[in-house]
């Protein structure tokens, strides 16, 4: 049942290859040369147009705990190709692909939603993905996050940030589901409009490292943790018993009161959620909930 | 080692889901994802999931609209199973919390979906993906559920007996990212791949950068068939400049495709005279690349997708993602000008062969989601279906691995006495002729009666770990980038939406070039800190053989079905090609076989009908 061709005895549908009496080693070689040769030809029609582009200067952030050279922190510039649209993340891509291959950083999607390249460019926090080199000032400056460990490059631990995201009881808990099988429980579409910008977190970091709060507390829940409990405290389905203990967990010593409104989660966030109004809400909702039981 | 009852490879939807029912089934669970579970691609799914939920609805008439998508190459057990349960399943997501859109009423809201008689797709704004992620990974939190993440899986662990049908998975090798450690993992009941799409086999695609197929490569050389390769949905609306997805939902909603000389040239030009745009995508997709190529494209390469009239307030209520995507990605702002769009790469309706419980043809091993095929899509997707798949079968391939008996399959995976052994004519040999270091064969290295399970995982650690030192040790030789943009450029030139026989036969020559210089690919960076270079290395391996299969497949399927258009050949053959295109891996090198397929379902048979829309 093989569907080689390495037997030419069995080519009977094509007359031209039975007319053909090369050996298919050798048709592999003429097909391999053609192949390079176009490769060449491409790579060459590339130098070309690299060569006449207008280039970016990129300062990039380096570090690596185990090679030498790079085991102390120290700026690499790369001179990377302009093309309409480019973001950090393609200039990032270009610089490793093209100049070296050890330069690390992370992503994924390329388009904001997974959360994953979150950097400090030109001393703010952004998406790589969704920041247009033509937005900056040169030399663009990447670093990684600031007030996380770095790993490699621009790779920081996320470990914190997960525990933190993990300690808010982060999931759905509601006692009262409806009763038949294929029914759903309702939700008004004011409530469901009240939530929609806190769930669209993406999980990237970039206000927790913006936090002035969270550099200095480190066990400070931070404005993306909140901002998941408030996304399950203020959804009218789980109801109030759940919201109560929500409120309690986000009372703690290192929870709300903590934050003191400086905005700067809010303005570095990349999915625009109202970070520091969530964190007042609940805030305000704590204080309700408090003066409701005294 | 680490043991377990299962291991969930990849924690997208799919294997997210997966991990939930094998757990709820009372097994002990470990995921295993080279990202965090909430970076994984489902987050990027815009439209919606199909379910019907609403009276005037009903699974039949869901069913004969996939069936009818798939253009008849689905396998109706699985499309009918996918039916049925889709509805319980959103059901559940909106228990968990799942932030839906909501109608008055106070229900979940539906619209219509390219493709479908009723509007049964169920969303959440334009981001329903990301709300289906999330929700699903607060449950693995919720439950305490393991996750490695950032761990890259490089292998399975299988017997390597001489008949696939007669192997068994045994666990998984993996790499830890961050440290450079190659561990085993131990799976008592089974393993379950979910590691999604392989569109970076692509170079104009929606799909991530970590969508590299890694899950159907390594099943293939584990000697598991891979089905209906060939096809590659690509969908009509991206970006033209990045690949980034406009959603259907913007046509579901009423937006518009216009060319060039201002025609909505899906009526005005006759492509699809009743549904206009939202006729199934493989239909508006080779539209607009019809009208590019007669000269009425937008600079010659794309056609505008315009929303404005359905007004600010319901774009923003229901598609207001779409305006930052059109605004970060390509610089327009889609409430004051029509959007940029033309075809992508956006999914795969082929992939690892299983039954309708997720079940491959070796004992032990499951595949769920973009990279399994059971089959549900046959030659085409339809918008909205991809995500039930994820929760439906996910569910399915969960209890079953925990020992739930859930009957006998209807679909079955693996050689079978109506299976018909085929050839194909190709211009290189195909697969390892050179059959390096045993990647070649299934990758237990150990034959199956001397070799206790462990031992098998044993032998496999060993081999992986030799295998990253390789990489690791050479100074020199060819770096993977090249090799994956080589595969990438001959793919998406001449493996796209047309197809013609000379075309294939050069990537394929392409393909063998690459694979060639594969063999002398090295590792620069040092580093066994977060070595991504060494990841994409192995990524790019799995990429080869993702693009011969895709390719093979194509010019073995000499018919026009589906996604799958050939210039030589402009009809369906339904004589010939209700079948689907198998392909496996023995010794090197791939052999192609045909399977029927499976058109009776449970009431009914469905026959194939001249497909207009």
Redesign the interface.
Same mark, same amino acid.
């Given at each position: 049942m093989s569907t080689q061709r390495q037997n030419p005895e069995t080519e009977t549908d094509n007359a031209e290859a039975e007319a053909d009496t090369e050996t298919e080693t050798e048709r592999n070689e003429v097909a391999r040369r053609r192949a390079e040769q176009r490769e060449r030809e491409r790579v060459k029609e590339n130098e070309r147009a690299t060569a006449d582009a207008e280039r970016y200067h990129l300062k990039v952030f380096r570090y690596d705990p185990e090679v030498e050279g790079k085991q102390e922190p120290r700026f690499d510039d790369f001179h990377v190709p302009y093309e309409q649209g480019m973001t950090v993340l393609d200039a990032l891509i270009y610089a490793r692909d093209e100049f070296d291959v050890s330069l690390t950083f992370r992503h994924s999607c390329r388009q904001a939603i997974c959360g994953s390249d979150a950097l400090f460019v030109n001393g703010r926090q952004r998406l790589g993905c969704q920041t247009q080199l033509s937005d900056l000032d040169q030399p663009v400056r990447i670093e990684p996050l600031p007030h996380q460990e770095v790993v490699k490059d621009l790779v920081v631990d996320m470990e914190h940030f997960y525990d933190q995201m993990e300690s808010v009881e982060p999931y759905f808990q509601t006692t009262d589901r409806p009763e038949g099988e294929l029914e759903e429980q309702r939700q008004s579409r004011e409530n469901r409009e009240q939530i929609k910008t806190s769930t669209r977190c993406i999980w990237c970091g970039a206000c927790m490292s913006s936090c002035n709060v969270a550099a200095g507390d480190n066990e400070y829940l931070g404005p993306a943790a909140i901002n998941k409990a408030y996304r399950f405290a203020m959804d009218e389905r789980e109801g109030e018993e759940v919201k109560q203990r929500r409120l309690e967990i986000i009372e703690q010593e290192h929870g709300v009161w903590r934050c003191q409104t400086q905005f700067s989660c809010t303005e570095v966030c990349p999915k625009d959620i109202p970070l520091t109004e969530h964190i007042q809400e609940l805030k305000r909702e704590a204080v309700k909930s408090n003066l409701k039981f005294w | 080692m680490h043991e377990y009852d299962v291991i969930v490879v990849g924690a997208g939807g799919a294997g997210l889901r997966s991990a939930i029912a094998a757990q709820e089934a009372g097994a002990d669970v470990a995921m295993v994802t080279k990202?965090?579970p909430?970076?994984?691609?489902t987050?990027?799914a815009e439209g919606g999931i199909n379910a019907a939920?609403r009276d005037g609805d009903d699974w039949e008439m869901h069913a004969y609209d996939t069936m009818k998508g798939s253009d008849y190459l689905a396998d109706a057990p699985a499309v009918e199973a996918l039916t049925q349960e889709s509805?319980?399943e959103v059901?559940q997501l909106?228990?968990?919390?799942m932030?839906?859109?909501?109608?008055?009423?106070?229900?979940?809201s539906q619209r219509p979906f390219g493709g479908l008689s009723f509007p049964r797709t169920t969303y959440a704004?334009a981001?329903t993906g990301?709300?289906l992620l999330?929700?699903l990974y607060?449950?693995v939190?919720?439950r305490g559920i393991e996750v490695f993440d950032e761990w890259y899986v490089l292998n399975l662990a299988t017997t390597d007996d001489a008949d696939p049908g007669e192997r068994s998975c045994h666990g998984v090798v993996a790499y830890e990212t961050?440290t450079g450690e190659v561990e085993a993992f131990r799976a008592r009941d089974g393993v379950i791949l979910a590691t999604g799409g392989l569109g970076q086999v692509y170079d104009h695609t929606t799909n991530?950068?970590?969508n590299t197929g890694d899950g159907v490569a390594m099943a293939y050389r584990a000697g598991v068939p891979v089905e209906d390769m060939e096809m590659i949905q690509f969908h009509p609306t991206t970006l033209p400049?990045?690949?980034?997805?406009i959603s259907e939902g913007v046509r579901g909603e009423g937006g518009i495709l216009y060319n060039d000389d201002g025609e909505r040239f899906l009526f005005e030009r006759g492509y699809a005279n009743n549904d206009g745009e939202l006729a199934s995508r493989d239909v508006v997709s080779r539209a607009e690349l019809t009208e590019v190529n007669e000269g009425r494209g937008i600079e010659d390469e794309y056609v505008h997708l315009d929303m404005r009239h359905l007004g600010e307030e319901r774009i923003v209520d229901r598609l207001e993602n779409i305006l930052?995507?059109a605004e970060?990605?390509?610089?327009v702002d889609g409430l004051e000008e029509p959007m940029p769009v033309k075809p992508g790469q956006h999914y795969a309706m082929g992939g690892i062969e299983t039954d309708e419980f997720g079940q491959t043809c070796v004992d032990g091993l499951y595949a769920v989601g973009e990279c399994a095929c059971a089959s549900v899509h046959g030659a085409n997707r339809l918008g909205g279906n991809a995500l039930p798949e994820l929760i439906v079968f996910g569910k399915r391939a969960g209890r079953h691995v925990a020992g739930e008996d859930l009957g006998d399959p209807q679909v079955t995976a693996g050689w079978t006495p109506d299976a018909e !052994?085929?050839?194909?004519? =190709?211009?290189?040999?195909?697969g390892e002729?050179w059959a390096t270091r045993g990647d070649a064969v299934a990758d237990g290295g150990a034959t199956a009666d001397t070799a206790t399970a462990t031992t098998v995982v044993e032998r496999t650690l060993e081999r992986e770990r030799e295998r990253v030192e390789r990489l690791r040790d050479r100074d020199e030789g060819t770096?993977h980038?090249d090799i994956r943009?080589?595969v990438q450029?001959t793919m998406t030139e001449n493996v796209n939406v047309f197809r013609e026989e000379s075309a294939l036969k050069e990537a394929l020559?392409?393909i063998?070039?690459a694979r060639?210089r594969y063999r002398d690919v090295y590792? !620069?960076?040092?580093?066994? =800190?977060?070595?991504?270079?060494l990841i994409q290395t192995i990524e790019t391996r799995n990429l080869l053989d993702i693009a011969e299969m895709i390719t093979?497949g194509a010019l073995a399927r000499d018919e026009f079905r589906g996604a799958h258009w050939r210039k030589e050949h402009q009809e369906r053959k339904d004589d010939e090609w209700l079948k689907h295109t198998m392909v496996s891996w023995s010794d090197g090198?791939?052999?192609?076989?045909y399977k029927p397929a499976v058109l009776r379902g449970e009431a009914k048979t469905y026959e194939p009908k001249e497909r207009s829309y």
């Open positions: - | 990202l965090h909430v970076r994984s691609h987050g990027a939920l509805p319980e059901i909106e228990h968990w919390g932030a839906f859109s909501r109608d008055d009423d106070g229900r979940v704004g981001e990301h709300h999330h929700t607060e449950q939190v919720k961050a991530a950068v970590a400049s990045t690949g980034v997805l930052h995507l970060d990605f390509e610089g !052994a085929a050839s194909v004519d =190709t211009p290189v040999s195909l002729p770096q980038a943009a080589a450029r020559v392409d063998h070039a060639e590792v !620069a960076d040092p580093s066994s =800190t977060y070595n991504t270079e093979v090198s791939p052999e192609i076989w």
